[in-house]
Nanobody, 126 residues
Framework: QVQLVESGGGSVQVGDSLTLSCTAS????????MGWFSQAPAEGRHFVAT????????YYADSATGRFTVSRDNAKNTMYLQMNSLKREDTAVYFC???????????????????WGQGTQVTVSS
């Protein structure tokens, strides 16, 4: 079955950097667009970034533009999220997801994805 496993979360200071990884199995990774979402306590999931199967197309949420970079290595079945200049409001659980049948036109919504990881916690403190 499809499995997505995030790693790389942790506790950092404001202004620090962190790189998250998402390793996939059970699917033809290069055939799937992938996404990152964040979820703060008592909130729903928020879109962060998405990347096409071949890595040539990326989109970011306004809050991530200029600070975060999404990338992938299809040879390793892994997607990354490089997060720079972290802010306290970036504190959340970060999930990776693989596209679903509704991805086109809904890549910034969680309904656009069919497979999800378990999440990794990012905590930013001052």
């Amino acid at each position: 079955q499809v499995q997505l496993v995030e790693s790389g979360g942790g506790s950092v200071q404001v202004g620090d950097s962190l790189t998250l990884s998402c390793t996939a199995s059970g699917l033809s990774f290069s055939n799937y667009a992938m996404g990152w979402f964040s979820q703060a306590p008592a909130e729903g999931r928020h879109f962060v970034a998405t990347i096409s199967g071949d890595g040539s197309v990326v989109y970011y949420a306004d809050s991530a533009t200029g600070r975060f970079t999404v990338s992938r290595d299809n040879a390793k079945n892994t997607m990354y999220l490089q997060m720079n200049s972290l802010k306290r409001e970036d504190t959340a659980v970060y999930f990776c997801a693989a596209e679903g049948v509704d991805y086109k036109g809904k890549y910034d919504l969680d309904i656009g994805y069919d497979y999800w990881g378990q999440g990794t916690q990012v905590t930013v403190s001052s």
